[in-house]
């Protein structure tokens, strides 16, 4: 496809999403190239999509990504003394951490070899120096392994994986090697301070990143986390606990915590996937989340 070709479908779809503000249809209105992310409470930023990519499809064509968690992260983030993305994918949360925070490090793990490259492209676009990419897997122990991922409709980026080989179907699969490591073993868990967020987003991987960080959660970080999964619920729950922990329940449209008793496994054809874990006073919780 030449560059005219490229420029008149880009002209037809921008004049799409003009006229539907939020309700493009993605499959039907292509584009390829940059754009501005302006929906988040932190300063605009830029990312790009060769009409590849979700967040693409979530951020410029519905201007709806994870309201709730990301008004959450945004505040959170204005406080932090150390950021971890953990299963950053092409970036989102990292993005709005360094676009907020230039003075402190933001550590993003990502080992899908495409979302970590499309990470790359977004750090440098937009000269987030305070961005730490890694492409380690983040896990309970040093050593290597396979780690798959679903092949989508189209060539889009992939924005699950998981660890190991598929079980079922694994021509439906990419898959490559990639390094494990815990977090207590990195310089992003030396540097979290004592006012930590952490995002943890790793399709059924999470109990195995919390036993590889007993270490940074002794300093009691704010998290907010995806999990399916009730055995990692109920793991997790056991670690955070005796530390302090409170758990909620994030409402992403009504943009809302609400308290529950432990993290819960949430369902995979609902709407609302994250959770947050914080040793902050109630109190303290809902203040951050007033308007």
Request: aromatic residues 10%.
């Amino acid at each position: 496809m030449n560059i005219a070709r490229i420029e008149a479908i880009n002209a037809a779809t921008l004049e799409a999403l003009q006229r539907n503000p939020g309700k493009a249809d993605y499959w039907a209105n292509p584009y390829f190239g940059y754009y501005v992310v302006d929906i988040f409470e932190c300063p605009s930023f830029v990312m790009f999509t060769n009409h590849d990519c979700m967040r693409a499809k979530d951020i410029l064509y519905h201007r709806y990504f994870e309201p709730g968690s990301m008004k959450l992260w945004c505040r959170l983030a204005k406080l932090a003394t150390g950021i971890i993305d953990i299963g950053a994918q092409v970036g989102v949360y990292s993005l709005a951490a360094a676009a907020l925070r230039a003075d402190i490090p933001i550590y993003a793990f990502e080992p899908n070899p495409f979302a970590f490259a499309r990470l790359r492209v977004h750090i440098q676009v937009n000269q987030f120096g305070s961005i730490v990419e890694d492409h380690s897997a983040i896990a309970h122990q040093e050593g290597h392994t396979q780690f798959s991922w679903l092949k989508k409709p189209g060539q889009q980026i992939s924005s699950g994986g998981h660890l190991g080989a598929p079980t079922q179907n694994p021509d439906a699969y990419e898959q490559t090697i990639v390094t494990l490591t815990p977090l207590d073993k990195t310089s992003a868990a030396t540097n979290i301070g004592p006012q930590g967020l952490i995002k943890i987003d790793v399709e059924g991987a999470e109990g195995l990143v919390f036993r590889g960080m007993p270490k940074a959660l002794a300093r009691q970080p704010d998290i907010i986390l995806e999990s399916f999964d009730s055995k990692n619920c109920d793991a997790i729950n056991a670690m955070t606990r005796p530390l302090g922990y409170r758990a909620y329940h994030i409402r992403e449209k009504a943009k809302e915590l609400v308290p529950q008793d432990g993290l819960i496994p949430q369902n995979t054809k609902g709407e609302d996937f994250n959770q947050f874990l914080t040793v902050r006073p109630h109190e303290e919780v809902a203040a951050l989340m007033a308007a």
